[in-house]
């Protein structure tokens, strides 16, 4: 690669990113009635969340991004449904086709690199569904050019990046929303309401189930040389570039730390999410975090748990436990009764607060009208989304304390008003580290 004049992205941490030149794109047209968006990250859950926002009358896509151009995530070459910039375009511009309706974008502008729609003036709001590594540092680059932010959960993959996203938030007075899409969901709003209004009685404890980690590679692990239409470079960006290969690229990449934290942090800011919601925590957190019988894979691959437990402790004497061997979903347990909610499953010990008309009191939820459909609605209005930036961080944040509580072997004391672990240097400068590779892109 060449050597080219270098644009630095700083965090305030003393690290820093640095990517080679670009243009920026000239600004088309100002902002109409619609919210014109930018997504990117081009996977399955790209496709999901395009899905999401074509179906809403007053979005239009505008732009998309991604580093690779055309692949089949984690299936063989040729088999089943097809992602990247590519698919991409011709799927978002089909659906303009057919909706045929005057001054609709007739399809998408496609870019490698996400600053050129960062860049973007006509640009409402980004959509970032790339892997964890890359959270931060499209958030940030958009917030601060005045993008709103629907950001993926985990919300950041390094503790210190979730503190500036929810700080540059709040500088920039943007509207952020994670997808933590079940916050949305009638069956966790239903849950949080029974907490929130005494029907449980005091709350003694709570469990979180996650599922297992990977405990074998997930796919063919023999190095591959990148595809000419990959910007593998690009794609690792603030991470070591591990060498390429199936058990740990598309789909598969959070089993490694250098891009995920595994499977307990993809599902962490769900499940951990709605408990914090619901015992009203979740602007706050725990005040001890203790890893215990975390297993690794016996693989060089990935270097995240496929079995794990964190024990945490609350205010008021509640105790939880986030676990790959509890019952996946969230179970909430108080003294007169208890709760337990997953996806499309909802159980309490009183049949009564099962049907659909009960009322569960006055301290209720704001109902959603949907992920997608909150996010724009607060765009329009300015009001908080029903996913806020530091809700999602420090509902993600005794996953981060736990990566640090099984590396030092003990359990720490959290401050979670300062953030702080207390009374340990060694444990908060683990927590705190951000180490960024340097790397030219191949613009």
Known sequence: MKRRTFLKTTLGTGSTLLLGSYSPSKAIAAPSERIRLG???????????????????????????????????DRPWGKGKTFGREPARKYITKHAARKK?????????????????????????????????????????????????????????L????????????????VFQTGSQQRSMREFQMA?????NGHLGKIQKFEVGLPPGYEKPMGSTDIIIPRKDLDYNFWCGPSEVLPLMQARFHRWWRGHRAYGGGVLMDWIGHHNDIAHWALGVDLSGPTSVKAVNWIYPNTEIYNTPFQYEI?????????????????????????????????GKFEASDARWLAKDFKTGSLNVQASPGHARNFLDCVKSRKACIAPAENAHRSITPGHLGYVSAQVGRSLKWDPKQEIIINDEQANRILNKVKYRQFRDNS
């Open 39 to 73: 997504v990117i990250g081009l996977g399955s859950r790209g496709f999901n969340l395009i899905d999401d926002f074509l179906r809403e009358p007053n979005a239009e896509i505008v732009a998309i991004c991604d580093v690779d151009r055309f692949h089949y995530r």
């Open 101 to 157: 309706k005057s001054g609709i974008h007739s399809g998408p502008d496609v870019y490698k690199d996400f600053r050129d729609i960062c860049s973007r003036s006509d640009i409402d709001a980004m959509v970032v569904a790339t892997p964890d590594h890359w959270h931060a540092l499209c958030t940030l680059q958009g917030l601060k050019n005045g993008k709103d932010i629907y950001c993926e959960k985990p919300i950041t993959h």
């Open 159 to 174: 503790f210190r990046e979730g503190q500036l996203v929810y700080q540059e938030v709040e500088k920039q007075k943007a």
């Open 192 to 196: 949080v309401n029974l907490v929130r």
């Open 311 to 343: 024990l945490t402790e609350y205010p008021g004497g509640i105790t939880g436990s986030i676990s790959s061997k509890n019952k996946q979903g969230l179970k909430i347990i108080g003294d007169e009764g208890w709760v337990y909610v997953r996806r």
